[in-house]
T-cell receptor
Framework: AQSVTQPDIHITVSEGASLELRCNYS??????LFWYVQSPGQGLQLLLK??????LVQGIKGFEAEFKRSQSSFNLRKPSVHWSDAAEYFCAVGSGVNNNDMRFGAGTRLTVKP | NAGVTQTPKFQVLKTGQSMTLQCAQD?????MSWYRQDPGMGLRLIHY???????DQGEVPNGYNVSRSTTEDFPLRLLSAAPSQTSVYFC?????????????FGEGSWLTVV
């Protein structure tokens, strides 16, 4: 079965600084990859997803992610972080068959310093 | 558009009690699912349904029952609550079970079993 690793449990960045959240996946075929954001007390909101084609994917709120097959990675980036970006971020991988095979990483909590 | 609605938002149960977490979606989605979220473990799939009258087990189904009598509703039942079921529960839906379809999440139900 596929799996997802988010190596960083907690990251702190200053407002205005750039951000990169790491995600590594394990899956034998071409994966379906997702990034979700969860604000405190809220459900998960989809930021972006990758199925095929261009390996650089643009999402909402100024986020982007790059699929690198050779590194089995799908890192999330933002050039300038805003205080409202403080949240927990989840990377997820789908099996290519159906959504019930989707696996989530443990999450990375982002703190933004003023 | 309400999206995915979960009730209750907070619940405290005693060990051995039963309860039902309600979930409803108004997007005419065929696919619905329940996840639990535990610290450091991301989201894990409990049960899912690909349409009315059809349910199946996910990654962590033990201790939970589901049914899907209508397209809109997908309740999750805890028959005899245990402290290990203390968690945050998320209901989710998508257009169909095809991988890559965006999953929409409810806001979560915080359950404590004492």
């Amino acid at each position: 079965a596929q799996s997802v690793t988010q190596p960083d449990i907690h990251i702190t960045v200053s407002e205005g600084a750039s951000l990169e959240l790491r995600c590594n996946y394990s899956y034998g075929a071409t994966p379906y990859l997702f990034w979700y954001v969860q604000s405190p007390g809220q459900g998960l909101q989809l930021l972006l997803k990758y199925f095929s084609g261009d390996t650089l994917v643009q999402g909402i709120k100024g986020f982007e992610a790059e699929f690198k097959r050779s590194q089995s990675s799908f890192n999330l980036r933002k050039p300038s972080v805003h205080w409202s970006d403080a949240a927990e971020y989840f990377c997820a991988v789908g099996s290519g068959v159906n959504n019930n095979d989707m696996r989530f990483g443990a999450g990375t909590r982002l703190t933004v310093k003023p | 558009n309400a999206g995915v609605t979960q009730t209750p938002k907070f619940q405290v149960l005693k060990t051995g009690q039963s309860m039902t977490l309600q979930c409803a979606q108004d997007m005419n989605h065929e696919y619905m699912s329940w996840y639990r979220q535990d610290p450091g473990m991301g989201l894990r799939l409990i049960h899912y349904s690909v349409g009315a009258g059809i349910t199946d087990q996910g990654e962590v189904p033990n201790g939970y029952n589901v049914s899907r009598s209508t397209t809109e509703d997908f309740p999750l039942r805890l028959l005899s609550a245990a402290p290990s079921q203390t968690s945050v529960y998320f209901c989710a839906s998508s257009f169909n079970g095809g991988s890559g379809n965006t999953i929409y999440f409810g806001e979560g139900s915080w359950l404590t079993v004492v």
